[in-house]
């Protein structure tokens, strides 16, 4: 057994939540990973996971070990990094973290052309809409959503992250087009399900619109509450009703003519995004290169930030419908 491999592959399995999800990312079987972990707890002489058909659970031994193998797999790249300094060619595995639908729709296309230019570095991507601590969970580099925490993290201003409402033509033809935010309490407004306890749960129903009048929050109500903004898409391509979803993941229909943006001289909610990395592997050839890459794809081109900016409104990193 590779010590090494059935360590970062088990931090694999908690990170993602589930053997499958950890086979994907480690490009091996869901049985090859069962294999790993089998292995690991063999040599280890106890237990990590208590695993059903539906759902794993750390045991406490297995809390303890997973917080365990960060340290000794963080260990081991920032030896590793000791040598990239020394080169001036990007080099080496970069990890980065991004939230799930930016992540999708815009970074994951944006990365061939990076990995192009840099042939030697190794990207290790995790779209995930929590936001993971950078330096305990050994990540080189972060997009965030909304408004940042006070930190002694480098934050590079993005463009702000903007949402679109729209609905199919066939629903329009059959309901009939909304012209002010009143309207829309005549018409089946499909919702992004918020997480119990979410700062954001009211906006649910409660959608903000920002026009000549002033800001206009309106209830709306709809068949369906959803906590995923990729299925408030596809309802809203079959015509179940209008959606708030963020611009990116309704660019090409809008293009194509398969959704219709509703009410464009009003602005929608946004949320600011920015680009997080610990000042000291900025040093890296390969993260510098990628805060380069990043910067000119989707910066603000302002200064950067030490710290968190003023208050903003809050939106929670998550996969939303005023929705991210």
Not at 139 to 168: H, K
Not at 284 to 297: H, I, S
């Amino acid at each position: 057994m590779d010590l090494f491999q059935a360590m970062s592959v088990y931090v694999r399995v908690v990170e993602a939540g589930s053997m499958t999800a950890a086979a994907q990312q480690c490009e091996m079987s869901t049985t090859m990973v069962g294999n790993h972990l089998k292995a690991l707890e063999q040599r280890l002489g106890v237990r990590l996971l208590n695993r059903t058909t539906r759902r794993q659970r750390l045991t406490e031994f297995g809390t303890a070990y997973y917080q365990r193998c960060l340290e000794v797999l963080g260990l081991v790249a920032d030896s590793e990094r000791l040598a990239e300094q020394t080169h001036d060619e990007p080099s080496g595995t970069l990890r980065i973290t991004a939230p799930l639908t930016f992540g999708t729709e815009r970074l994951a296309p944006a990365l061939s052309e990076f990995s192009l230019h840099n042939p030697r570095v190794k990207l290790d991507v995790v779209l995930t809409n929590r936001r993971p601590d950078l330096l305990d969970n050994g990540f080189d580099v972060a997009f965030r959503l909304g408004a940042l925490e006070p930190s002694n993290l480098i934050a590079r201003p993005l463009i702000d992250y903007t949402l679109t409402m729209c609905a199919s033509r066939e629903y329009l033809a059959r309901r009939g087009t909304p012209e002010k935010p009143e309207d829309l309490q005549q018409h089946d407004c499909l919702a992004f399900a918020y997480p119990a306890g979410d700062d954001w749960q009211s906006v649910a129903r409660q959608w903000r619109l920002h026009g000549p009048e002033g800001e206009v929050e309106v209830a709306v109500s709809g068949p369906m509450l959803i906590n995923s903004s990729a299925g408030l898409h596809q309802a809203a391509r079959t015509g179940m009703g209008i959606v708030m979803v963020p611009d990116a993941l309704v660019e090409q229909d809008l293009r194509e003519g398969k959704l219709v943006a509703l009410m464009p001289s009003y602005q929608l909610p946004s949320r600011p995004m920015h680009l997080v990395y610990a000042q000291d592997r900025h040093r890296l050839p390969k993260l510098r290169r990628f805060v380069d890459f990043a910067v000119k794809m989707w910066g603000k081109h302002s200064p950067p930030l030490t710290s968190s900016p003023s208050p903003a409104p809050v939106f929670p990193d998550s996969d939303p419908g005023t929705a991210a």
